[in-house]
């Protein structure tokens, strides 16, 4: 929320040149802002303790009423910033670079390879990722898919920036045969305490996506 205005923000994920750019949609006009990411992302890039020397890779975004939370797929580390602060350098208001906090997670995977995040969301104070699982240690270039997974990550513990509890972390589709590569997931209804409706997208490298409709039972 900017002045009692509400927004949509997304950005890209900082892999390639082009890459570095960010838009602020507001909501009741729909009227669109873009903005640099390339002051945050070099920044982030030179910080090897984020990074780990990896190529940055941000695959996801989430935010809550005061932090925004950045998911890079290289490493599987959550990158978590005031949201006043990070808001103001972007909408260039200060020059001051925010500081984030960072939290590395380890998820399983298939086939000996490692899933990495691939989108999230926050709904009922519960923060649901999604991982995909794919043979490529290139941001850019594709390879096999083998599949994907959702997951529920303990925001107590995460708001707290300690290492949070996964929580009902398994794979998408039945009896483990979807391979598809999940990129995205909003949850749209809770149901009970225990169940929630959600909707992923997925992205087959071909230049084609599919809806799915998910079923989460915690």
């Given at each position: 929320?900017?002045?009692?205005?509400?927004?949509?923000?997304?950005?890209?994920?900082?892999?390639?040149?082009?890459?570095?750019?960010?838009?602020?949609?507001?909501?009741?006009?729909?009227?669109?802002?873009?903005?640099?990411?390339?002051?945050?992302?070099?920044?982030?890039?030179?910080?090897?303790?984020?990074?780990?020397?990896?190529?940055?890779?941000?695959?996801?975004?989430?935010?809550?009423?005061?932090?925004?939370?950045?998911?890079?797929?290289?490493?599987?580390?959550?990158?978590?910033?005031?949201?006043?602060?990070?808001?103001?350098?972007?909408?260039?208001?200060?020059?001051?670079?925010?500081?984030?906090?960072?939290?590395?997670?380890?998820?399983?995977?298939?086939?000996?390879?490692?899933?990495?995040?691939?989108?999230?969301?926050?709904?009922?104070?519960?923060?649901?990722?999604?991982?995909?699982?794919?043979?490529?240690?290139?941001?850019?270039?594709?390879?096999?898919?083998?599949?994907?997974?959702?997951?529920?990550?303990?925001?107590?513990?995460?708001?707290?920036?300690?290492?949070?509890?996964?929580k009902n972390y398994t794979r998408?589709?039945?009896?483990?045969?979807?391979?598809?590569?999940?990129?995205?997931?909003?949850?749209?209804?809770?149901?009970?305490?225990?169940?929630?409706?959600?909707?992923?997208?997925?992205?087959?490298?071909?230049?084609?996506?599919?809806?799915?409709?998910?079923?989460?039972?915690?």
């Amino acid at each position: 929320e900017i002045e009692n205005k509400k927004y949509l923000f997304t950005g890209g994920s900082g892999s390639a040149k082009g890459r570095d750019k960010g838009f602020l949609i507001e909501l009741n006009s729909y009227k669109v802002t873009e903005v640099s990411l390339s002051g945050i992302y070099n920044s982030l890039k030179n910080n090897q303790k984020i990074t780990g020397n990896l190529v940055l890779n941000i695959e996801g975004l989430a935010a809550t009423q005061n932090q925004m939370l950045f998911f890079n797929r290289s490493n599987n580390t959550i990158i978590i910033y005031n949201e006043t602060s990070f808001l103001s350098f972007i909408r260039g208001l200060t020059d001051i670079n925010p500081e984030p906090n960072y939290i590395s997670l380890e998820l399983p995977g298939i086939n000996n390879i490692r899933a990495g995040f691939s989108g999230a969301d926050i709904f009922d104070n519960k923060l649901f990722f999604t991982a995909s699982v794919e043979d490529t240690d290139d941001p850019v270039l594709d390879g096999i898919v083998y599949g994907s997974f959702l997951g529920l990550l303990n925001m107590d513990s995460l708001i707290k920036s300690k290492i949070p509890e996964i929580k009902n972390y398994t794979r998408i589709g039945k009896d483990n045969t979807f391979t598809g590569k999940v990129e995205a997931i909003s949850i749209y209804k809770k149901v009970n305490d225990t169940e929630y409706l959600g909707l992923c997208v997925t992205d087959d490298d071909q230049g084609g996506s599919e809806l799915l409709s998910v079923r989460i039972v915690l």
